[in-house]
């Protein structure tokens, strides 16, 4: 799994978004666990889910509906590089969370709010203001 999000990474031309790709996804990722553990959910899940939920913007440089291409790209991703890795039910989950993980206002399934609350507290860990809807998950 690491092996195909990281030639993914290194594909990318420009040092400081690989270097952001990297640090972003994986530090995302560590949330995920971390809150896995505290909310009583599967942590290697939960790390996938933070590995993967960035790889479209990343692979394609484009940022738009990134949520919603980003769950389809994984979706084929799932049948090709990460082929036999995850059950149906972990692929709908991961699937399921990235497509979600942009619609901050909203609550959706465990996994889903997982990974907004890791996109969140990451990138709060970064910077000093933050809009009032997102620093209230952290409340
Ligand atoms: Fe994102």
Redesign the pocket.
Known sequence: MRGYVNRVFDRIEDAETRRAAYVHSYGVSQCCVLLALKRGLDPELAAVIGLL??IY?YKTGL?AL??EN?ADMVRVVFKRDLRDLFSEDEQTIIKSA?YH??DKGHVHDEYDELLKDS?VLFLLSFRTSYDAIRAQRLL
Do not use: E
Request: charged share 20%; proline share 0%; aromatic share 0%.
């Open positions: 939920h960035d913007s940022t990134h949520s980003g990235i993980h942009s996109d």
